[in-house]
């Protein structure tokens, strides 16, 4: 199948510190691309993965599972790690938790971690519904492209398809187990009005990992998918900020790269 505009995955070969980023189930590479190239501009080493079943058509989502999706990430880890002297987790909602259980089961080899409004939880009554739910129906609404800044799109299914949402039920609930296992420094930036995550994830998710270098930032002006929203700006410059502080040779090293 070919991959839908613009959700084509995004690699860039800067210096010897990393960011690996993680995107959102049903989304795609796009609503992480400006960040992915606002590091890069500044030297960074990025890689910014399609995961399995994403950014062709739902109906392929339907065939793949968390399994696919974290085994995916966790090569492109891999990768850098090879490249680099020091590599960073970054995560938008189902891409946090992503990031969250590469820091979890990847120790030292994961120098920071930075989520935007991570999910850590299906809620609501149907997310009870889903192991006999997704045997009889195939697919519900999308939730896509929420998002405050007008003229803003992202790009990704309509359609949610309920055998992948199942699993990503199922992962939610293994990550939530392994949070106490993440103590690396982390940021983690969440919108108080968002449509798809609620609130109550980045709070269980700040009282439940063991990092006692955290940073929390309210993005007041952005829904779900703030990184294309009005606080993209605010969470490219923090984000590379808390690379800064962590890793000092990212500052001299783009400068000495220009971009």
């Not at 790009?155 to 398809?161: A, L």
């Amino acid at each position: 199948m070919p991959v839908l505009p613009g959700a084509e995955p995004y690699r860039h070969e800067g210096g010897e510190v990393g960011v690996l980023l993680c995107h959102g189930f049903t989304g795609t590479p796009q609503s992480l691309r400006p960040w992915a190239e606002f590091l890069a501009a500044r030297g960074l080493t990025v890689s910014l993965p399609l995961l399995p079943g994403h950014g062709t058509r739902w109906e392929d989502l339907q065939v793949t599972g968390w399994q696919d999706w974290y085994a995916e990430v966790e090569r492109e880890l891999r990768a850098l790690r090879e490249r680099c002297t020091e590599v960073f987790v970054f995560g938008l909602s189902m891409g946090g938790a992503l990031a969250l259980r590469l820091a979890a089961k990847h120790g030292d080899e994961v120098r920071g971690v930075v989520v935007v409004n991570p999910g850590n939880k299906v809620h609501g009554l149907a997310a009870h519904a889903l192991p006999v739910a997704r045997y009889l129906v195939p697919s519900t609404k999308g939730i896509v492209s929420d998002i405050a800044l007008e003229g803003s799109e992202e790009v990704g299914y309509h359609r949610i398809p309920l055998h992948a949402a199942h699993s990503l039920r199922r992962f939610f609930q293994r990550v939530d187990g392994e949070l106490p296992q993440v103590t690396q420094p982390l940021l983690l930036l969440h919108s108080p009005q968002d449509h798809v995550v609620p609130p109550a994830d980045s709070a269980r998710i700040l009282g439940r990992v063991s990092s006692t270098d955290v940073t929390e930032t309210l993005l007041e002006q952005s829904y779900h998918v703030a990184t294309l929203d009005h606080d993209a700006d605010r969470i490219f410059e923090e984000s590379y900020a808390f690379i800064g502080r962590l890793a000092p040779s990212v500052g001299k090293e783009g400068t000495a790269t220009g971009g």
